[in-house]
């Protein structure tokens, strides 16, 4: 079954730090999106993406954060300075074409900031 | 705006017995996606049972059924005869038809007693 891919999956970083998430969504999917969730709380909503632009995003995505599709296959997501309170986990997902099926999730990577 | 609610923190069942969580959700549209998401303990966001709005009929995937009251906006899930393996956080997830971004309640952690 295709899967999402995401590397690393943890991420240890010095608070002021740039780290780029990587994500390798299915080949064939459209949309593309990125949650995060802090421990024992929900899964928020970062971002989405598609048609190499952003489609959507949160309040929690502010300009520390952006999405590019270099490639035609890696999904990024940059936050350029880091803070402690980014400390999270990252999902990044992908959709194709049938929108009533659900995301299909990346394994996620662990950041940690010190 | 949309909201998902989870009123149940945590749950717990006895293995092979039924358990139901419970999700209400917010919405002034007439065609969505509702979601149930499984993350066990390896933190994986796996998609256990979805719903289309207009469909009447309760979605049903294996030991895994919902209960869908669309006048009510509630969305239950109901999972028979429970095993070890079914403990984990459980959330209840809204997409709107017209995009595809996903919002999520706040879980349910489900504990299963053998």
């Known amino acids: 079954e295709p899967e999402v891919t995401q590397t690393p999956s943890h991420q240890v970083t010095q608070m002021g730090q740039e780290v780029i998430l990587r994500c390798v969504p299915i080949?064939?999917?459209?949309?593309f999106y990125w949650y995060r969730q802090i421990l024992g709380q929900k899964v928020e909503f970062l971002v989405s993406?598609?048609?190499?632009?952003?489609?959507?995003k949160s309040e929690i995505f502010d300009d520390q954060f952006s999405v590019e599709r270099p490639d035609g296959s890696n999904f990024t997501l940059k936050i350029r300075s880091t803070k402690l309170e980014d400390s999270a986990m990252y999902f990044c997902?992908?959709?194709?074409?049938?929108?009533?099926?659900?995301?299909?999730f990346g394994s996620g990577t662990r950041l940690t900031v010190v | 705006a949309q909201t998902v609610t989870q009123s149940q923190p945590e749950m717990s069942v006895q293995e092979a017995e039924t358990v139901t969580l419970s999700c209400t959700y917010d919405?002034?549209?007439?065609?969505?996606?509702l979601f149930w998401y499984k993350q066990p303990p390896s933190r994986q966001m796996i998609l256990v049972i979805r719903?289309?709005?207009?469909?009447?009929q309760n979605a049903t995937e294996n030991r895994f059924s919902v209960n869908f009251q669309k006048a009510a906006k509630s969305f239950s899930l109901k999972i028979s005869d429970s095993q070890l393996g079914d403990a984990a956080m459980y959330f209840c997830?809204?997409?709107?038809?017209?995009?595809?971004?996903?919002?999520f309640g706040a879980g349910t952690r489900l504990t299963v007693k053998p």
């Open positions: 993406f598609y048609n190499n632009e952003i489609s959507e």
């Open positions: 719903q289309e709005a207009y469909k009447q």
């Open positions: 997830a809204y997409r709107r038809s017209r995009n595809n971004d996903m919002r």
């Open positions: 997902a992908s959709l194709g074409h049938w929108a009533n099926y659900g995301y299909t």
């Open positions: 919405t002034s549209e007439s065609d969505y996606y």
């Open positions: 080949s064939n999917h459209l949309y």
